[in-house]
């Protein structure tokens, strides 16, 4: 047996929730004419009716119509937005209720939920007391509640929405209770629904709903009276599955809820921690908490977030990732000690925090040919220790960027590299490697200045670039034998900020030295390497 719980037009609900005077005029949901592509407002688009209370269907107001259509129809119309936050609140609030009468549930939409009555013994054997507890359990919410009990969990769905099988709960403003008027469930009681009700819970038939109103068939009932073979022969297979459902002869599954588990502990300590030992203690046993709960959940971690709060109310929040994923407190409290030993604190640990990020056990595959570390953990308490000698940001692995000017690269965290390789060998993806023009082998390679010298050059104008013709200065002097260029290099030209530009020759001194030459606007010339 399975129980539904749905909040009738659950956007407008949550609306009129804290304005009861307004259930008893005439009130509306109107949709936002905003493109979500773009985030702009469209006045192409025609807002319409999402929902209406029960004072607006008396002036024949119903869910589709234009809001022009609406208020020709009844001037005094409340017209209404769609409010995302108040829905994501309240959503919140019905799945903790819902969590609260059993553990297995659904949440088959905004404000409608499935739960499975199979772990509740009471509902089975006295379902109409159950229904009752059910309902005043969900007072505090003051939000109308349509329950339905049924044998399979689409025909719940279908129950909810007819009147003779559901029991609500309505407030004018105190709560009002209404038992359905069938205790047992029975087909017969869905017959009258039209076809729109299924296929709004169920998505729309395999065929034109058109064809099925000139057979003459309008409701559940005359669906269900048909014959299966039939539907099957004219329709496919998607029209026997919704006379499979009508019948109880489908059983599905329930999409099962389940909430994130966080792996995170937080302790505010009663006397503040002057060294270094006791908090590493006190995050011993933190760790050996949360690793627990990784192992009963089958999980790693692959990051450790540390938060400690100072007396004088300064706090200090670092995220330290592992080269793989693991469970072993030892492991994560060395990388912690590590990080720790760096920091100076302005005043005593008052509280403290750590946060594990779940990710799947790592898996190795060792093979003959490869390379690979023997303990990733230790070669990261070793990068550790290097960052803190050098500074945070300046250990990594140089990577070229992608444009022409010179020297420029990006430093980037070996761990993250290393992942990424990895993620590669299991996708079978292959990681190109990058070159520039410098890096890739040739009879001359070049030894780079770094930085580049600067140098006073004699050149004469030329048509475009200036000419070089001697160098004056620098570790090589004398007139230029052969030269070749110019190479004009530019980017960034959109940016005041970050455009650069730059010629390069190419030149042999008369001593057989081969050089490069770089000139920067408005004229100044530098030695950017050496052919060897």
């Not at 502990?265 to 995050?283: C, D, G, K, M, S």
């Not at 070159?435 to 580049?452: E, G, M, N, V, Y």
Request: aromatic share 6%; hydrophobic share 40%; net charge neutral.
């Amino acid at each position: 047996m399975y129980s539904s719980l749905h909040i009738p037009s659950f956007p407008l609900s949550v609306l009129l929730r804290d304005s009861p005077g307004s259930t008893a005029e005439p009130t509306a949901l109107v949709s936002s004419t905003t493109d979500p592509s773009s985030g702009t407002s469209s006045t192409r688009a025609t807002p319409l009716l999402l929902a209406v209370n029960t004072a607006a269907t008396r002036h024949r107001i119903a869910p589709g119509l234009t809001v022009t259509r609406a208020l020709a129809r009844c001037p005094q119309l409340i017209l209404l937005a769609p409010d995302p936050s108040l829905e994501h609140l309240h959503q919140n609030a019905l799945r903790e209720y819902v969590s609260s009468l059993g553990p297995d549930f659904e949440e088959a939409a905004p404000g409608s939920f499935l739960l499975d009555l199979l772990s509740l013994p009471h509902a089975l054997t006295s379902p109409l007391d159950w229904i009752e507890q059910a309902l005043r359990k969900a007072t505090p919410l003051h939000l109308p509640l349509h329950l339905a009990i049924a044998p399979t969990p689409d025909l719940a769905l279908l129950a909810g929405r007819s009147r003779a099988l559901r029991s609500t709960l309505t407030f004018h403003p105190e709560p009002v209770f209404n038992n359905a008027q069938h205790s047992v469930f029975s087909i017969q009681a869905l017959a009258g629904l039209p076809l729109s009700s299924l296929q709004t819970d169920h998505g729309k038939l395999t065929t034109d709903p058109e064809l099925l109103h000139l057979w003459g068939i309008d409701t559940l009932g005359a669906l269900a009276a048909l014959p299966r073979q039939g539907l099957a022969e004219r329709l496919g297979p998607g029209a026997t599955r919704l006379h499979d459902i009508l019948h109880g002869k489908y059983h599905r599954l329930l999409n099962l809820h389940r909430p994130p588990q966080q792996f995170t502990i937080t302790r505010e300590l009663e006397h503040p921690l002057e060294t270094l030992e006791p908090l590493l203690f006190l995050l011993r046993r933190g760790l050996d908490t949360l690793c627990s709960r990784l192992r009963s959940s089958q999980r790693a971690t692959i990051s450790t977030r540390l938060t400690l709060t100072f007396a004088d109310g300064n706090l200090h929040l670092r995220e330290l990732r592992l080269p793989e994923p693991t469970c072993t407190p030892s492991t994560l409290l060395r990388l912690l000690h590590t990080h720790l030993d760096t920091v100076r604190a302005p005043a005593p640990v008052v509280a403290w925090s750590l946060l594990l990020t779940p990710a799947l056990p790592g898996e190795a595959q060792h093979h003959l040919f490869d390379r690979s570390l023997r303990d990733p953990h230790k070669f990261a308490d070793t990068l550790a220790r290097l960052e803190a000698l050098l500074g945070p940001g300046r250990l990594g692995t140089p990577r070229p960027i992608n444009t022409h000017q010179p020297d420029s690269f990006q430093m980037e965290d070996p761990l993250c590299n290393r992942t990424s390789r990895i993620a590669g060998k299991k996708t079978g993806k292959a990681q190109l490697p990058i070159f520039d023009h410098d890096s890739i082998p040739t009879a001359l390679p070049l030894k780079r200045c770094r930085p580049a010298l600067p140098v006073h050059v004699a050149c004469e104008p030329d048509d475009h670039f200036p000419r070089p013709l001697a160098l004056l200065s620098g570790p090589h002097r004398g007139s230029i034998a052969a030269l070749h260029g110019p190479f004009p290099l530019s980017g960034h030209w959109w940016n005041p900020t970050e455009r650069w530009q730059r010629i390069e020759w190419d030149l042999q001194l008369a001593n057989q030295t081969l050089l490069r030459l770089a000139c920067q606007p408005p004229g100044n010339w530098f030695l950017e390497g050496i052919y060897e």
